[in-house]
């Protein structure tokens, strides 16, 4: 069966710095990877997702994440997170029937 | 722009009186979710429509129904809804094998 861990269910930081949240999958079958985040009150946007190809990939607001098999990750980072980065995301695997299997989420808040 | 729309976006019901969720999608995917997530934690699937196949998560209670009249439209259904039944309902859509969007969310309080 799949299913993703998150390890961190919060993640403070201070405006500038650097972030990495950080997402582990167990699969048997080949994957596909999605991060997701949820700003209050919201649905789900997706930030980026690992079909195939470059393991590393990329958003348009500066995250990155980086599929790395051996290690079944998928670790989000962003070398400087801005206030309006805090917001709850989501890493998740696609099921072969095509629903996905989200991780417990990472609140992440960022401090001026 | 085209979207997943989901109304409305506050529900507010009692205990026990029944309620519909709607959601609509101008993307024309062919696939279309419904995930029920409660405060702090993931989205969980409740069932999903493959065209006019509907496919039933085997924990997915009872009291929870769909229908899907048309490619565009589909809807939730709780009978009766119970206190843990509060949650945000999230609709989402795909076409086969891609990325699913998703709307904005109905928050549902049963009183």
């Known amino acids: 069966a799949q299913s993703v861990t998150q390890l961190d269910s919060q993640v403070p930081v201070f405006e500038e710095a650097p972030v990495e949240l950080r997402c582990n999958y167990s699969s048997s079958v080949s994957v596909y990877l999605f991060w997701y985040v949820q700003y209050p009150n919201q649905g789900l946007q997706l930030l980026l997702k690992y079909l195939s190809g470059s393991t590393l990939v990329e958003s348009i607001n500066g995250f990155e994440a980086e599929f790395n098999k051996s290690q079944t990750s998928f670790h989000l980072r962003k070398p400087s997170v801005h206030i309006s980065d805090t917001a709850e995301y989501f890493c998740a695997v696609r099921r072969s029937q095509g629903n996905l299997i989200f991780g417990k989420g990472t609140k992440l808040s960022v401090k001026p | 722009d085209a979207m997943v729309i989901q109304n409305p976006r506050y529900q507010v019901t009692q205990f026990g009186k029944p309620v519909t969720l709607s959601c609509s999608q101008t993307l024309n995917h062919n696939v279309m979710y419904w995930y029920q997530q409660k405060s702090s934690q993931a989205p969980k699937l409740l069932f999903h429509y493959y065209d006019k196949d509907f496919n039933n998560e085997a924990d997915t209670p009872d009291n929870f129904q769909s229908r899907r009249p048309n490619t565009s439209f589909c809807f939730l259904d709780i009978r009766s809804p119970g206190l843990g039944d509060a949650a945000m309902y999230l609709c989402?859509?795909?076409?086969?094998?891609?990325?699913?969007?998703f709307g904005p969310g109905t928050r549902l309080t049963v009183l």
């Open positions: 989402a859509t795909s076409s086969v094998n891609n990325e699913q969007f």
